[in-house]
C-alpha cells in the first residue's frame, strides 16, 4: 500500500505564504497523476492543483489561480505546492493524492469529482490563515 506524506503547513498571516510538499514514491512510475486538495470544516472536499503528463500539465483551481504554483522535484519524488497571497478562506486540511488515468482524466478527477477516483492518500496537513 503506497502512502503519500504531506509536510509543510502551519499557521500564517493573511498575504502570507506556505510551501506544501507531498512525498510520492508512486509518482510517475506508477501513477500519472498527483492531487493537492483541501477540506474546510463544513464543506465539501474541494480540488486545488494537479501535475500530470509527468509534469508537462498542470491544473489549478479559479480560487487559486495567480496565487498557487505546483511543482514537482524529480529526484525527491516530491510534489510542492507553493501558496502565496493566501486568504482566510485558505484555511483548511490540505490532502495529496495520486491515481492512474487516461489523457487529461487526471485534472476531470481533481477538478469535477473531487478526487474521489483517486488511489492514494496522504494524512494531510493543516494550514490556517489568521485575518
Known amino acids: 500500500q503506497v502512502q503519500l506524506v504531506e509536510s509543510g503547513g502551519g499557521s500564517v498571516q493573511a498575504g502570507g505564504s506556505l510551501r506544501l510538499s507531498c512525498l510520492a514514491p508512486d509518482y510517475p512510475d506508477y501513477t500519472n497523476c498527483v492531487g493537492w486538495f483541501r477540506q474546510a470544516p463544513g464543506k465539501e472536499r474541494e480540488g486545488v492543483a494537479a501535475?500530470?503528463?509527468?509534469?508537462?500539465?498542470?491544473y489549478l483551481a479559479d480560487s487559486v489561480k495567480g496565487r498557487f504554483t505546483i511543482s514537482q522535484d524529480n529526484a525527491k519524488k516530491t510534489i510542492d505546492l507553493l501558496m502565496t497571497n493566501l486568504e482566510p478562506d485558505d484555511s483548511a486540511m490540505y490532502y495529496c493524492?495520486?491515481?492512474?488515468?487516461?489523457?487529461?482524466?487526471?485534472?476531470?478527477?481533481?477538478?469535477?469529482?473531487?478526487?474521489?477516483?483517486?488511489?492514494?492518500w496522504g494524512k494531510g496537513t493543516l494550514v490556517t490563515i489568521a485575518s
Open positions: 501535475i500530470y503528463h509527468a509534469g508537462l500539465s498542470t
Open positions: 493524492a495520486s491515481g492512474d488515468f487516461p489523457r487529461d482524466g487526471c485534472r476531470l478527477v481533481v477538478a469535477d469529482r473531487g478526487g474521489v477516483d483517486m488511489d492514494y
